[in-house]
């Protein structure tokens, strides 16, 4: 039985880098925003909800177990 000694599978490090582009595309939406210093729709509610939703995801990423 090959067990390997990594914490994460090549699945857990594919969904990290999706979960970290989520968040990425969360500070882009609030910078999109035209509004001065980002209070507009898109940098008080829209932008942070997303990068939020990134940081959940990294955390189903992390904890993820690989099917046996």
Do not use: C, R
Not at 11 to 22: A, E, S
Not at 32 to 43: I, M
């Amino acid at each position: 039985m090959s067990h390997s000694n990594f914490p994460f599978t090549k699945k857990n490090y594919t969904l990290m880098l999706i979960g970290l582009g989520i968040i990425i595309l969360g500070f882009i939406i609030i910078g999109l925003d035209s509004e001065p210093h980002g209070f507009g729709v898109l940098g008080l509610t829209v932008g942070p909800i997303v990068t939020l939703a990134g940081f959940l995801f990294q955390f189903y990423a992390i904890f993820h177990k690989a099917d046996k």
